[in-house]
């Protein structure tokens, strides 16, 4: 199986989906798409770190 993230989500869209019973608890949400490929990096067991910084 796969594991899904949805990203992207407003209030209202989700109080949507909670109002026709569809449960948010067990899904991977988040609010926007990097905050998605960051939790997605995280699940891999990816840590970003900065190697230098730029002069």
């Known amino acids: 199986g ?3 993230i949805v990203t992207g989500l407003s209030p209202e869209i989700a109080q949507t989906l909670v109002n026709i ?7 991977n ?6 905050g998605g490929i960051e939790h997605a990096e995280r699940l891999l067991g990816y840590k970003v770190m900065l190697l230098a910084e730029a002069n």
């Open 2 to 4: 796969a594991i899904v």
């Open 21 to 27: 019973g569809v449960d948010l608890g067990k899904m």
């Open 29 to 34: 949400t988040v609010g926007d798409l990097q």
